[in-house]
């Protein structure tokens, strides 16, 4: 099994709602990776969990708050955000921080209205 | 994406070869990716290469590492329409995240 799922797959949000997006692998890995990718553009790093903490926080505005429930489970809650947010959100993990290559999800296509 | 280049557009016909290059700038990185994205898709992982391979061959995939000049190249042989998509090389420089190119759109002409 090598999958990094993804869901949702599309959400389209207020900018006063708060949402979730949830990221799941069951590869072991113990890094786990939240990417920003706007269209035409490559993917932005925004957040690494290594061993379920958070590692690097790419100066990412609070109105994003990540969460690393457990080894498999990797979540972005979201609050308050802004029409320029919308973009397509990855997920992805590796087996080690930096070290492997990085298995990505389908992504959560974000419509912020 | 700025310290890994990539031209932005190939079209090709069906079943020529296909040549997508990438420049890199770390000569720590260990190992270099080729990811594909599908429109509206996530990043799928084609290949990698190590940085002590030249050359790496996975069926109709070859990659070429060229460490004195920092060029990566991915060879798409008998291409097809569905090799259509955006192509992007990375590279993972040690002890770091990994880095994007900008991606190349590959088009695939019947």
């Known amino acids: 099994d090598t999958e990094v799922t993804q869901t949702p797959k599309h959400l389209v949000m207020g900018m006063t709602n708060k949402k979730s997006l949830k990221c799941e692998q069951h590869?072991?890995?113990?890094?786990m990776y939240w990417y920003k990718q706007k269209a035409k553009k490559p993917p932005e790093l925004m957040f690494v969990?290594?061993?379920?903490?958070?590692?690097i926080n790419e100066s990412v505005p609070s109105r994003f708050s990540p969460e690393c429930p457990n080894s498999s489970l990797l979540n972005l809650h979201l609050h308050a955000l802004q029409p320029e947010d919308s973009a397509l959100y990855l997920c992805?993990?590796?087996?080690?921080?930096?070290?492997?290559?990085?298995?990505f999800g389908q992504g959560t296509r974000l419509t912020v209205v | 994406g700025e310290d890994v280049e990539q031209s932005l557009f190939l079209s090709v016909r069906e079943g020529d070869s296909s040549v997508i290059n990438c420049t890199y700038t770390?000569?720590?990185?260990?190992?270099l990716y080729w990811y594909k994205q599908e429109p509206g898709a996530g990043l799928q992982l084609l290949t990698y290469?190590?940085?002590?391979?030249d050359m790496k061959q996975d069926q109709r995939l070859t990659v070429l590492l060229n460490k004195k000049d920092k060029h990566l190249s991915l060879r798409i042989a008998d291409t097809q329409t569905g090799d259509s998509a955006i192509y992007f090389c990375?590279?993972?420089?040690?002890?770091?995240?990994?880095?994007f190119g900008g991606g190349t759109r590959l088009m695939v002409k019947p």
């Open positions: 992805a993990s590796s087996q080690d921080q930096g070290i492997t290559e990085a298995f």
């Open positions: 590869m072991g890995h113990r890094a």
């Open positions: 969990y290594s061993y379920e903490k958070l590692s």
């Open positions: 770390d000569s720590s990185s260990t190992y």
């Open positions: 290469i190590f940085s002590n391979m």
């Open positions: 990375a590279e993972l420089p040690a002890g770091n995240m990994l880095t």
